[in-house]
T-cell receptor, first 123, second 108 residues
Framework: QITLKESGLTLVKPTQTLTLTCTFS??????????VGWIRQPPGKTLEWLAL?????????SPSLKTRLSITKDTSLNQVVLTMTDMDPVDTATYYC???????FGSGTYSRWGQGTLVTVSS | SYELTQPPSVSVSPGQTARITCSGD??????GSWYQQKPGQAPVMVIY???ERPSGIPERFSGSSSGTTVTLTISGVQAEDEADYYC???????????FGGGTKLTVL
């Protein structure tokens, strides 16, 4: 059974750097085709795709946020870390991590999501 | 940058068929997937590879594709299907992924 859970500070100040950790189980990030991504959703608004890292260390980023984002993985710990620099109140959102398997589900699909964590940016 | 376009809302009566469309220039080349999101919950995948239904998703959910549009069809809509629905696909070169703006399905 695949599970994912997000963790990290839930309140950050403007200009600070956000660091979120996704801890997962039920799959390995060393398996060909597997990836873990991050998505966010401001309160009452739509989903926004942020970043994705594949089993082979291939990193993908949203073009509009690329300069502020970094995604890394620790296969031995079953964790993926997202950092976002220069946080602003407009970055207040629920941040989700999710599992991808392009060999089974095709590219562009998250088969399982974490519960999400609400991050508030305020001074 | 690449965009996927969905209608903001769709309304149907119980037992009727709901169709939600998603348009994007990369869809003839890339697969589309669909997610259901209920208030306060994380999204759940209901369709992948345009038309494949994962285990555990009711048969009344189906997907189709034609040209630059993918469509989610819910046959015999039930009250529990009321939710927001999002489509997703990669851009044409599979450099990044995109979500549609979401469609609120209201069951009258």
């Amino acid at each position: 059974q695949i599970t994912l859970k997000e963790s990290g500070l839930t309140l950050v100040k403007p200009t600070q750097t956000l660091t979120l950790t996704c801890t997962f189980s039920g799959f390995s990030l060393s398996t060909s085709g597997v990836g873990v991504g991050w998505i966010r959703q401001p309160p009452g608004k739509t989903l926004e795709w942020l970043a994705l890292i594949y089993w082979n260390d291939d990193e993908r980023y949203s073009p509009s946020l690329k300069t502020r984002l970094s995604i890394t993985k620790d296969t031995s710990l079953n964790q993926v870390v997202l950092t976002m620099t220069d946080m602003d109140p407009v970055d207040t959102a629920t941040y989700y991590c999710a599992h991808a398997d392009v060999n089974f589900f095709g590219s562009g699909t998250y088969s399982r999501w974490g519960q999400g964590t609400l991050v508030t940016v305020s001074s | 940058s690449y965009e996927l376009t969905q209608p903001p809302s769709v309304s149907v009566s119980p037992g009727q068929t709901a169709r939600i469309t998603c348009s994007g220039d990369a869809l003839p080349k890339q697969y589309g997937s669909w997610y259901q999101q209920k208030p306060g919950q994380a999204p759940v995948m209901v369709i992948y590879k345009d038309r494949e239904r994962p285990s555990g998703i009711p048969e009344r959910f189906s997907g189709s594709s034609s040209g630059t549009t993918v469509t989610l069809t819910i046959s015999g809509v039930q009250a529990e299907d009321e939710a927001d629905y999002y489509c997703q696909s990669p851009d044409s070169s599979d450099t990044y992924w995109v979500f549609g703006g979401g469609t609120k399905l209201t069951v009258l």
